[in-house]
């Protein structure tokens, strides 16, 4: 089942659902929570000519971290903004730190918003679970379809959460590579 905003905000009340900062009431629709996008990015490195980097995910010392350390550079948005150009991918974060305690028998997905969907914009690639048990920012991954660039600043509102309840509690909560994320830079 899908929570509601009422649900939502006991859920925030209670501290099942933890979000730091918390929302404004604006945030809130019938079934979701807007996130807002930090002042960080991580941008792929422009490949050079003449030069070939395959990434081998499967192969046996394969590390994300490492390969985005090697792919990407990691910058501050400015204040007037980051253009993204169509087809361009880059790796953003939320503001907000979310925690779903593993006992609230709550996971949550990550949605991009229908007005910057139609854009062109996309929030997540395959991505939007977010798990019981998780706790930290949402590293979110943003491309441009569209025709023309958009430019992202920090602080708008770029995706929602809509949040579930689970059959049960989880054995363990969530203790993926990615527990406890942040964005790269201060912010």
Same mark, same amino acid.
């Given at each position: 089942?899908?929570?509601?905003?009422?649900? %939502?905000? %006991?859920?925030? /009340?209670? =501290?099942? %659902?933890?979000?730091?900062?918390?929302?404004?009431?604006?945030?809130?629709?019938?079934?979701?929570?807007?996130?807002?996008?930090?002042?960080?990015?991580?941008?792929?490195?422009?490949?050079?000519?003449?030069?070939?980097?395959?990434?081998?995910?499967?192969?046996? $010392?394969?590390?994300?971290?490492?390969?985005?350390?090697?792919?990407?550079?990691?910058?501050?948005?400015?204040?007037?903004? $980051?253009?993204?150009?169509?087809?361009?991918?880059?790796?953003?974060?939320?503001?907000?730190?979310?925690?779903?305690?593993?006992?609230?028998?709550?996971?949550?997905?990550? /949605? =991009?918003? &229908?007005?910057?969907?139609?854009?062109?914009?996309?929030?997540?690639?395959?991505?939007?679970?977010? $798990?019981?048990?998780?706790?930290?920012?949402?590293?979110?991954?943003?491309?441009? $379809?569209?025709?023309?660039?958009?430019?992202?600043?920090?602080?708008?509102?770029?995706?929602?959460? %809509?949040?579930? &309840?689970?059959?049960?509690?989880?054995?363990?909560?969530?203790? =993926?590579?990615?527990?406890?994320?942040?964005?790269?830079?201060?912010?």
């Amino acid at each position: 089942m899908i929570l509601t905003d009422r649900e %939502i905000r %006991i859920s925030l /009340e209670t =501290g099942t %659902i933890e979000v730091d900062p918390s929302p404004q009431s604006g945030a809130f629709s019938s079934t979701s929570l807007d996130l807002t996008l930090a002042d960080s990015l991580s941008v792929f490195k422009k490949s050079q000519p003449g030069v070939e980097i395959t990434v081998d995910p499967s192969g046996p $010392h394969y590390s994300f971290r490492d390969a985005m350390a090697a792919l990407s550079t990691a910058m501050t948005i400015p204040e007037d903004g $980051h253009p993204l150009r169509p087809g361009q991918l880059v790796l953003g974060w939320t503001k907000e730190r979310v925690s779903l305690k593993p006992q609230a028998r709550l996971a949550a997905r990550v /949605e =991009g918003k &229908s007005s910057l969907a139609r854009l062109g914009l996309a929030i997540h690639v395959t991505a939007p679970t977010i $798990h019981a048990g998780f706790t930290g920012q949402i590293q979110l991954e943003i491309i441009n $379809h569209g025709p023309v660039p958009i430019r992202l600043r920090p602080g708008m509102a770029v995706c929602q959460l %809509i949040f579930e &309840s689970t059959l049960g509690v989880p054995e363990k909560g969530y203790q =993926g590579q990615f527990s406890g994320q942040a964005s790269l830079l201060p912010g």
